[in-house]
């Protein structure tokens, strides 16, 4: 949500300011306008505007590499500036290298597409553009939708491979915690956010302990059993969970209700007999749902 923010605010920023990389021409206004010239002037073109989100820190990136006499996009290191430039034109590198995983961060794509790269999202959008013959289905293949782990980047194409990687890999039961705690559909919905969210702002959900990388906080979780037990239902259990924290995780696709949940559904139904609700006072002191609200209250304190 904070990149989506960002990338907001840039594209209505009206105070950018920056010099091009290729003809130290001085830019002022919106980020678009210095971003088109480079396109349209000098063959350079890092995607559209509205795609880029903190682009000052993009620019710097690629300054600070012409600045030390390295190409964009083979990342070779020459000896002085002029060859550097007659290099990047006559093999055509003025664009960046797509396989260079530091320029991931400044795509909004790979903030919306989760588990994906912008490279791979890309790639999509160019075959659906460039697919203008007339389709043939006949060699359709269905191919199997994959869920990404809570704590790394794994995948897998069914529910209980993701589950069992989780349970091996870092401790984490997820059947065995939605069985134990009752949790329902909406319930699991939540929970998966919550997790998503802290473990994305390098946080510790039970601690909440925060780290300067994800691969520490995992570690530290790992290490402390802090993954393997929920915090208080309380932290979870809110209604902002009901968003997502990446949009596409498939892993909300694949949640249900526990068997336990399904069989009390599926159950005859039992006839409700209203109390009588002509003496208020009287009803306060001897309802069933005094005993209901307590038996509530105990239960969430033991999460």
Request: charged letters at 30%; a negative charge.
């Amino acid at each position: 949500r904070e990149i989506l923010e960002q990338q907001q605010r840039e594209r209505y920023d009206t105070s950018f300011h920056s010099m091009c990389m290729f003809c130290d021409q001085e830019f002022t206004g919106n980020r678009s306008v210095l971003l088109n010239h480079m396109a349209r002037e000098h063959a350079f073109n890092i995607g559209l505007p509205d795609n880029i989100v903190n682009c000052y820190e993009f620019l710097a990136v690629l300054q600070e590499k012409l600045d030390n006499l390295q190409c964009l996009y083979c990342e070779k290191v020459f000896r002085d500036k002029n060859t550097l430039k007659d290099h990047m034109r006559k093999k055509q590198h003025r664009r960046i290298n797509a396989k260079n995983k530091e320029y991931d961060k400044f795509y909004i794509i790979n903030y919306l597409e989760f588990g994906k790269s912008w490279e791979e999202v890309q790639s999509e959008d160019d075959r659906e553009l460039l697919d203008t013959l007339e389709e043939d289905w006949s060699d359709w293949e269905e191919h199997p939708v994959c869920a990404v782990c809570l704590f790394c980047e794994q995948q897998a194409d069914t529910t209980e491979k993701l589950h069992l990687h989780m349970q091996k890999s870092h401790g984490f039961d997820f059947p065995k915690i939605k069985s134990e705690h009752g949790l329902n559909f909406y319930q699991q919905v939540k929970l998966v956010n919550f997790i998503r969210r802290e473990i994305h702002h390098c946080r510790c959900y039970n601690c909440q302990e925060k780290f300067q990388s994800k691969g520490g906080l995992i570690s530290h979780m790992e290490e402390t059993k802090h993954i393997t037990f929920l915090p208080a239902r309380s932290a979870w259990d809110q209604p902002q969970y009901y968003f997502p924290t990446y949009e596409n995780d498939t892993l909300l696709c694949t949640l249900s209700d526990s068997e336990d949940l399904i069989n009390e559904d599926q159950s005859e139904d039992i006839p409700v007999v209203s109390e009588d609700t002509s003496n208020l006072k009287a009803l306060k002191q001897s309802s069933v749902l005094n005993q209901l609200l307590y038996e509530e209250n105990k239960s969430q304190e033991k999460f």
